[in-house]
């Protein structure tokens, strides 16, 4: 086949050996072998002259070195080895491939350090090398790469500072660097690079926010994560400051200094949220501006400090996925208390709260239901096990429930591992359906 340009096998369901001879078909420029897992092989030592100009092996089980002899694809303008088996270090010689544009070597097993050779790369807009084992500061041969867009470093063993610098990379879109021990200050110039999509700088050591006032120049914010951080600020960051960010749909400031007290009824949000997570952030109300997120599917406000009752537009958010409102003071429910039809939540959390009387479940369809340690009383509601689905876990312990357990625990629930009714008022036998819950883990019915 000395003809053949380009062999595209992916998702073919491959299983064995790779001919490493493939590689060697003196014409071909592209080789794509991506999704085929049970596909094993070894990179071989590659010739000069090689007119390669795209090798993706994506999740593949390849394995073995990178070749010093990579180097010898000059003409190479994509490089995809992610998700696979390779290992060992990464080799000086590509950052030898001056027309490489993409490259991929995520969920790999490389130590060792990025390669200083690697600032050598100036057409290079796609940067990713996540979960691996490597090693030293940050890649300071990236800030030469004026065209990048995106750096995914995330889960590696990366220690030392940010760079004051990185600003200085005027198109970059995306940066990923969670799961590694950076530390020290956040640079002020990473927040004024206004091409900014896609920022997540969780599960650092991170401390200080330098220059925080230029965040609102990150207008076409979508995601933002500032998870597990121990931030040092003058005075708590206003929340009204993100309501600037029109495009934003994920955020999670779990680790943020936040001040919620001028958010009013007429503060203005994007109203395109998916995600957003504010626990242990000192809110003592419900946030009203979360009326209008009809997009929202993961709302998580626990371990703050909110009062009053819930308000009853929260259960016309169809969308929702996971709502936890654990440990704060809530104490009802506001409006009327109607199912919400279609739902698709899975988790409802109203743990560790002050609820008083009967307990409403708004939801027809519940993965994880947690409800203890609050005052309810009064029946455990059928509804709880009268949806299209059965719950797995249902923990209603530490509250002051009365009555039998409902029949239906038993009857419907084929999914259901862990039921903790510990610490109630109950009641009368156990259902003896329960003998017939397969994947029943554990029962708690102590103290009734």
Known sequence: MPSLRTLHLASCYLVGEFPSSVFMIPNLQSIILDYNPDLRGNLP????????????????????????????????????????????????????LSNLSRL????????????????NLKQLIRFSIGGNQLTGNFPSALLNLTKLRIINLISNQFTGFLPPNI?????????????????????????QISSLTRLSLDDYQLSDLVGFENVSLLSNLQDLYFKSNNFRVSSPVDLNVFSS????????LSGF????????????????????????????????????????????LSNNNIKGQLPDWLWRLQ???????????????????????????????????AFQGRIFIPYTSINYMFASS????????????????????????????????????????SYLTDLNLHNNSLSGSLPYMFMHAYKLRSIDVSHN
């Open 167 to 191: 600003g200085q990379l005027f198109k970059l879109e995306v940066l990923y660097a969670y799961g590694n021990s950076f530390t020290g200050a956040v640079p002020s110039s990473l927040l």
């Open 104 to 119: 991929s070597l995520s969920s790999n097993h490389f130590t060792g350090e990025v390669p200083s050779s690697f600032g």
């Open 319 to 353: 969308e929702l996925q996971d709502l936890d409102l654990s440990h704060n003071s809530l104490s009802g429910f506001d409006g009327s208390l109607k199912a919400v039809p279609g739902s698709q939540i899975r988790i409802f959390d109203l743990s560790s709260n």
């Open 374 to 413: 609050n005052n309810f009383t009064g029946e455990i509601p059928r509804s709880l096990c009268g949806g299209k689905s059965s719950p797995a876990i249902i923990d209603l312990s530490n509250n002051n429930f009365h009555g039998s357990i409902p029949q239906c625990l038993g009857t419907n629930m």
């Open 45 to 96: 030592v590659f010739r000069r002259n090689n007119s390669m100009q795209v090798l993706s092996l994506w999740e593949t089980s390849f394995s073995g070195i990178i070749p010093d002899s990579i180097g010898n694809l000059k003409h190479l303008a994509s490089l995809k080895l992610a998700i696979s088996n390779f290992s060992g270090r990464i080799p000086f010689s590509l950052g030898e």
């Open 257 to 300: 200094p936040l001040s919620t007290a001028n958010i009013t009824s007429d503060s203005v949000f994007s109203s395109n949220f998916e995600d957003l997570y504010l626990p242990g952030r000192n809110i003592t109300e419900f946030p009203e501006f979360l009326r209008d997120q009809r997009n929202l599917k993961y709302l998580y």
């Open 245 to 252: 960010f029109k495009e934003l749909v994920h955020l999670d």
